[in-house]
Nanobody, 115 residues
Framework: QVQLVESGGGLVQPGGSLRLSCAASRKIFGIYTWGWYRQAPGKERELVATITEGGTTVSTDSVKGRFTASRDNAKNVVYLQMNNLKPEDTAVYYC?????????WGQGTQVTVSS
């Protein structure tokens, strides 16, 4: 059974930084393009960034220049470095394959940006 565990969230002031981690089962890692997603209260889950098996990253316009995905294949971990955080970045953040596989959704990690 595939397991994804996100961590690294927390409360941070506007302008601050966080690095999220996603630990994936070795069995599936290295095959997919991975995505970071987020869901804010009352909103649909949205894609934030992707990273290919070769390390090519793409970020959505709302986070471009602030968020960067990366991966460590040796450790089977995907990261999301988030800088210059804004209150509108407040959400639960998830990792999943891209396109997402509904069987892979984990519990996510809460990010709250507030002064």
């Amino acid at each position: 059974q595939v397991q994804l565990v996100e961590s690294g969230g927390g409360l941070v002031q506007p302008g601050g930084s966080l690095r999220l981690s996603c630990a994936a089962s070795r069995k599936i890692f290295g095959i997919y393009t991975w995505g970071w997603y987020r869901q804010a209260p009352g909103k649909e889950r949205e894609l934030v960034a992707t990273i290919t098996e070769g390390g090519t990253t793409v970020s959505t316009d709302s986070v471009k220049g602030r968020f960067t995905a990366s991966r460590d294949n040796a450790k089977n971990v995907v990261y999301l470095q988030m800088n210059n955080l804004k209150p509108e970045d407040t959400a639960v953040y998830y990792c999943n394959a891209f396109p997402p596989n509904k069987a892979y959704w984990g519990q996510g990690t809460q990010v709250t940006v507030s002064s």
